[in-house]
């Protein structure tokens, strides 16, 4: 999970390419499409602070209703 940074400059630019080669998904939050997002199994564009949020309150919920 690689959340909001820009991920076109080094060092972080090879960061999604080792995951990829090493056969972890990927999913990236970040507000603008970047070079990384071809990386990516799944890309969610929008405020990361606001979409984990969101995806932390939708964990709390599935948890606490099991």
Do not use: C, F, M, W
Not at 10 to 30: F, T
Not at 47 to 60: L, R
Request: zero cysteines; charged letters at 20%; aromatic letters at 4%.
């Amino acid at each position: 999970l690689i959340i909001g940074v820009y991920l076109d400059d080094s060092p972080l630019a090879s960061l999604q390419s080792i995951a990829a080669e090493s056969g972890s998904k990927i999913v990236i939050v970040n507000e603008r499409e970047s070079e990384a997002d071809n990386y990516a199994d799944a890309v969610i564009y929008g405020n990361p602070n606001i979409v984990i949020s969101h995806i932390a309150g939708q964990i709390k919920k599935d948890i606490t209703s099991s």
